[in-house]
């Protein structure tokens, strides 16, 4: 994640030796970023914005044949929705280069001693749960997706009508294709890796594993959908506890770094709105909620306690957790293959 990359770097610095080149100057500095942004913003532009017009021009030469274009099927199109997202990215990203200034770049004193504290982390659990998905992952290839979410994946009548309630975590380690699991893995490593930088990996086990199962728990009472799967109702958990803890410790944090998460959660909620027909909004709502209603008891209001520190109980737990979860993979694993 490029958050957490700005964080490592505000560790401190010896001072470079007399004869190394001078280093850039606060402007030079603030014009290096906003051309950064803009170059990655006009790639954005571009990218999505050719995506969209393959699809509706694919539409339009349709209707220039005499046949009727049917205008929704761009809906049910994860990428016309992903290309449509990164137009828009884009578009926010040039505006917010030509705003930018010395401000949004500048840390505080608090943020820099934090960093410099958190520097030595290595995201094991983040790691561990990947594993897992991909352990999964790669089980599924093997049967095919569709037959292995109906093996281990949300499968509404199986929980009702069978009791198969361990579906309501194993669902959290499948998915429905190469894609998904790169959207979803992606952001795990990303969002996993700031928990554990930021808070305590003991959390993040908690928080994912639990958020797994309010997701797909809201979705079963609330939701439509009948056949699912995906960890995003863990990830949006992790959402939902970064966000708390960035309010709560915003002065230890990078500047914009709260308006970051903001603007990101914003985008997964329009995405969930426009493409509600594939994305089960209701596992997203839970896991999310889940997610920020820990992070509102656990993180401390204090900024002089040290969110990091956890008791030898919540540790415990953290390890039960990440238990939990290799266990329900493998499980996963033996019902995909039929050998449970």
């Known amino acids: 994640?490029?958050?957490?990359?700005?964080?490592?770097?505000?560790?401190?610095?010896?001072?470079?030796?007399?004869n190394e080149e001078p280093q850039q100057t606060a402007e030079e500095y603030l014009a290096a970023q906003k051309s950064s942004i803009r170059k990655k913003s006009w790639w954005a532009v571009a990218i999505g914005g050719f995506v969209v017009v393959v699809h509706i021009g694919w539409l339009l030469i349709f209707a220039m044949i005499g046949?009727?274009?049917?205008?929704?099927?761009?809906?049910?199109?994860?990428?016309?929705?992903?290309?449509l997202f990164a137009l828009a990215a884009g578009l926010y990203?040039?505006?917010?280069?030509?705003?930018?200034?010395?401000?949004?770049?500048?840390?505080?004193?608090?943020?820099?001693?934090?960093?410099?504290?958190?520097?030595?982390?290595?995201p094991y659990y983040t790691m561990i749960l990947l594993g897992s998905i991909v352990a999964v992952f790669v089980a599924q290839t093997t049967v095919g997706y569709d037959e292995s979410i109906i093996a281990a994946g949300f499968v509404r009548s199986s929980i009702t009508q069978d009791g198969e309630y361990?579906?309501?975590?194993?669902?959290?380690?499948?998915?429905?294709?190469?894609?998904?699991?790169?959207?979803?893995?992606?952001?795990?490593?990303g969002l996993g890796g700031l928990v554990e930088f930021l808070s305590n990996r003991a959390h993040l086990a908690i928080v994912f594993v639990l958020s797994v199962v309010a997701g797909c728990t809201a979705s079963l009472l609330l939701g439509p959908v009948e056949v699912?799967?995906?960890?995003?109702?863990?990830?949006m958990g992790v959402f939902g506890y970064l966000l708390i803890y960035a309010y709560r410790r915003k002065q230890q944090l990078p500047p914009g770094f709260l308006r970051s998460l903001l603007i990101n959660v914003a985008f997964i909620a329009g995405f969930g709105i426009i493409?509600?027909?594939?994305?089960?909004?209701?596992?997203h709502a839970g896991g999310f909620l889940f997610g920020a209603a820990?992070?509102?008891?656990?993180?401390?209001?204090?900024l002089a306690a040290d969110p990091r520190k956890t008791s030898s109980i919540v540790n415990t737990l953290g390890i039960i957790a990440i238990?939990?979860?290799?266990?329900?993979?493998l499980f996963a694993i033996f019902r995909i293959t039929g050998r449970a």
Do not use: C
Not at 1 to 18: G, H, K, T, V, W
Not at 94 to 107: C, F, G, N, W
Not at 228 to 235: D, L, N, P, V
Not at 323 to 329: D, F, G, K, T
């Open 323 to 329: 238990a939990v979860y290799i266990a329900e993979a």
């Open 275 to 283: 493409a509600y027909q594939i994305v089960d909004n209701f596992a």
């Open 1 to 18: 994640m490029n958050d957490r990359i700005i964080l490592m770097s505000f560790e401190y610095q010896a001072p470079e030796p007399e």
């Open 67 to 83: 046949a009727k274009p049917d205008f929704s099927v761009l809906f049910r199109s994860i990428f016309f929705i992903l290309g």
């Open 166 to 189: 361990w579906r309501l975590l194993t669902a959290g380690a499948l998915h429905i294709n190469l894609l998904h699991i790169f959207l979803n893995g992606n952001a795990l490593y």
């Open 93 to 122: 990203g040039l505006y917010y280069a030509r705003s930018l200034t010395l401000d949004d770049l500048t840390p505080t004193a608090e943020a820099i001693e934090f960093a410099r504290r958190s520097a030595a982390v290595t």
């Open 228 to 235: 699912a799967a995906g960890a995003s109702g863990g990830i």
């Open 294 to 302: 820990y992070a509102f008891i656990q993180v401390p209001k204090d």
